[in-house]
């Protein structure tokens, strides 16, 4: 999903587009819930802090969420297993 903010009549995105879309690429836009007040610099702001927050998130924190999902899936298929096999 592409986010955007209405500038002086004009859509602009406020990150980069896919490589692959082309000028003349027809789009489907839908009213976001940063409509509520906010100023395009407020929705500026916040979008480079949460830039900011993922720029410096911990690749080791993130490596120890995906063996903790990693696990919890394999022992749920392992659950399942077990029940399917008593029925």
Avoid: F
């Amino acid at each position: 999903m592409i986010r955007a903010v209405v500038r002086n009549g004009t859509i602009q995105p406020l990150e980069p587009l896919p490589a692959d879309w082309s000028d003349g690429r027809e789009v489907v836009v839908q009213d976001g819930p940063a409509t509520s007040g906010d100023s395009p610099e407020a929705i500026d702001q916040w979008y480079q802090e949460l830039e900011a927050l993922c720029a410096h998130g911990d690749l080791e924190d993130d490596e120890r969420l995906r063996e903790a999902l990693t696990q919890a899936h394999e022992h749920a298929k392992d659950v399942v297993r077990r029940q399917m096999g008593r029925s």
